[in-house]
């Protein structure tokens, strides 16, 4: 059974940085797209970021473009979100899912941005 | 960008009901359309991928038709667990990009 377990979200200072884990298990990990989904409080659904199972592609929304990277580590079966220079708007539930077309979700990690 | 007009934005429903939501593409995606179901304060779930094919779990009464620029969702006899909002996916093109949600509620 697929397994996607989210953490590393909490408070922040606009400008701060924070980064998201995402562990997975119960498939073969380093075969699999990432991706990175958010939702802010009360919105609908908007992709942030994924990367190739080897690493070497990664795309980004506009709105994130230079302040947030991917990564992603096949030994360990973890994808992260390193956020930096976040902003209010960041405000949101961020979600780790399996591939392009997000066929599994993690539970997701709050990132609260505020002074 | 490819944009996701997704219709309605809410509607009512009662048990038994058939229910349609239409996500229409700016520009053709060929079948790169997921379907999702989110009840609230829980994660998405995928129920349907390539446009029409039921992930595997999900009951048969959701199906998923279109291709190109036209999509629907259809769900037929809504039952109670049914009832929440539902969301379109293009992945045919970076950014990747959901329609802006359709809320099922009972009637």
């Known amino acids: 059974e697929v397994q996607l377990v989210d953490s590393g979200g909490g408070l922040v200072q606009p400008g701060g940085s924070l980064r998201l884990s995402c562990a997975a298990s119960?498939?073969?990990?380093?075969?699999?797209?990432m991706s990175w989904v958010r939702q802010a409080p009360g919105k609908g659904l908007e992709w942030v970021a994924n990367i190739k199972h080897d690493g070497s592609e990664t795309y980004f929304v506009d709105s994130v473009k230079g302040r947030f990277t991917i990564s992603r580590d096949n030994a360990k079966t973890s994808v992260f979100l390193q956020m930096k220079s976040l902003r209010v708007e960041d405000t949101a539930v961020y979600y780790c899912?399996?591939?392009?077309?997000?066929?599994?979700w993690g539970q997701g990690t709050l990132v609260t941005v505020s002074s | 960008d490819i944009q996701m007009t997704q219709s309605p934005s809410a509607m009512s429903a009662s048990v038994g009901d058939r229910v349609t939501i239409t996500c229409r593409a700016s520009?053709?995606?060929?079948?790169?359309l997921a379907w999702f179901q989110q009840r609230p304060g829980i994660a998405p779930k995928r129920l349907i991928y390539?446009?029409?094919s039921l992930q595997s779990g999900v009951p048969s009464r959701f199906s998923g038709s279109g291709s190109g620029t036209e999509f629907a969702l259809t769900i037929n006899n809504v039952q109670p667990e049914d009832f929440a909002t539902y969301y379109c996916?293009?992945?045919?093109?970076?950014?990747?990009?959901f329609g802006h949600g359709t809320r099922l509620e009972i009637k």
């Open positions: 390539a446009a029409s």
């Open positions: 996916l293009q992945h045919s093109s970076y950014p990747i990009t």
């Open positions: 520009q053709g995606i060929s079948n790169y």
């Open positions: 119960g498939f073969t990990f380093s075969n699999f797209w």
């Open positions: 899912a399996t591939g392009r077309d997000l066929s599994s």
